[in-house]
């Protein structure tokens, strides 16, 4: 992995593991050329999901969303690769499924944005906030084989 690589936070939202598309999202990632470094597979508590979402505690929305993402399990996941961040949020595409294009995860699987699969950290400073929150444990570091292959 380049000097420059940087991490971020995916987590599949229960619409997306209920609707069997977390080997898709992953195979997505792997594809793009970027390198698992954390999984797991979690049923929140409201609490943590409140600790997470805390930057939205004031909007309307805020009670059903927690509502709603403690109503299944999540798969969190941290992915390491060049411009982490910027690139998973295009991946994923737009909040709003219905302004997603086309190729995006967001675009090709959902309709609504209370429905919209996967949660993407927004900078390089919310995902490490997120990733301390999700992996207290750390992450796990190894070299990929393909590297070389993948990395100028």
């Given at each position: 992995m380049p000097n420059n690589a940087e991490r971020t936070y995916i987590m599949v939202k229960p619409d997306g593991v209920q609707r069997g598309l977390?080997?898709?999202?992953i195979?997505?990632?792997?594809?793009?050329?970027?390198?698992?470094?954390?999984?797991?597979?979690?049923?929140?508590?409201?609490?943590?999901?409140?600790?997470?979402?805390?930057?939205?505690?004031?909007?309307p929305f805020f009670p059903g969303l927690i509502k709603y993402m403690a109503s299944g399990p999540v798969v969190a996941m941290v992915w390491e690769g060049l411009d982490a961040v910027k690139t998973g949020r295009v991946m994923l595409?737009?909040?709003?499924?219905?302004?997603?294009?086309p190729g995006t995860i967001r675009g090709d699987y959902a309709?609504?944005?209370?429905?919209?699969?996967?949660?993407?950290?927004?900078?390089?400073?919310?995902?490490?906030?997120?990733?301390?929150?999700?992996?207290?444990?750390?992450?796990?570091?190894?070299?990929?084989?393909?590297?070389?292959?993948?990395?100028?």
């Amino acid at each position: 992995m380049p000097n420059n690589a940087e991490r971020t936070y995916i987590m599949v939202k229960p619409d997306g593991v209920q609707r069997g598309l977390v080997g898709e999202i992953i195979a997505r990632f792997e594809k793009r050329g970027f390198k698992l470094i954390a999984l797991k597979l979690e049923h929140a508590t409201k609490e943590h999901l409140e600790k997470h979402y805390a930057d939205l505690k004031d909007k309307p929305f805020f009670p059903g969303l927690i509502k709603y993402m403690a109503s299944g399990p999540v798969v969190a996941m941290v992915w390491e690769g060049l411009d982490a961040v910027k690139t998973g949020r295009v991946m994923l595409g737009a909040t709003n499924p219905l302004a997603s294009a086309p190729g995006t995860i967001r675009g090709d699987y959902a309709l609504a944005v209370g429905r919209n699969i996967c949660h993407g950290s927004d900078s390089v400073e919310s995902a490490e906030k997120e990733i301390a929150l999700w992996f207290p444990e750390g992450v796990i570091q190894h070299t990929m084989a393909s590297a070389e292959w993948v990395f100028e």
